[in-house]
């Protein structure tokens, strides 16, 4: 069974740092894009960024470029988000996810994604 389960969420004050983790069992995701997307209360689940199989390549929405880092470890099957300069409005729940698809590219589309995690609260006060 495939399961990816996400960790490092909690409360920070503005300016802060977290830093996300993401660990896939069940099959190896190394050859497999990979991305994080946050759902705030009341709005739809949006990107957030998003990262090749091999690292080579990485994704960002425009809100977070500059200050959010995606990152992978295919030897530990894990894929992380640091986040530095939090803002109130990064408060949302963080979501990893992995393509099926062996290659395939990295994805701003959830629907490109097949496996999610349960999901990580992120509260950034002002």
């Known amino acids: 069974q495939v399961q990816l389960v996400e960790s490092g969420g909690g409360l920070v004050q503005a300016g802060g740092s977290l830093r996300l983790s993401c660990a896939a069992s069940g099959r190896t995701f190394s050859n497999a894009a990979m991305g994080w997307f946050r759902q705030a209360p009341g709005k739809e689940r949006e990107f957030v960024a998003a990262?090749?199989?091999?690292?080579?390549?990485?994704y960002y929405t425009d809100s977070v470029k500059g200050r959010f880092t995606i990152s992978r470890d295919n030897a530990k099957n894990t894929v992380y988000l640091q986040m530095n300069s939090l803002k109130p409005e990064d408060t949302a729940v963080y979501y990893c996810?992995?393509?099926?698809?062996?290659?395939?590219?990295?994805?701003?589309?959830?629907?490109?994604?097949?496996?999610w995690g349960q999901g990580t609260q992120v509260t950034v006060s002002s």
């Open positions: 996810a992995a393509r099926r698809l062996d290659y395939g590219l990295p994805r701003s589309s959830e629907y490109e994604y097949d496996y």
């Open positions: 990262i090749s199989w091999s690292g080579g390549s990485t």
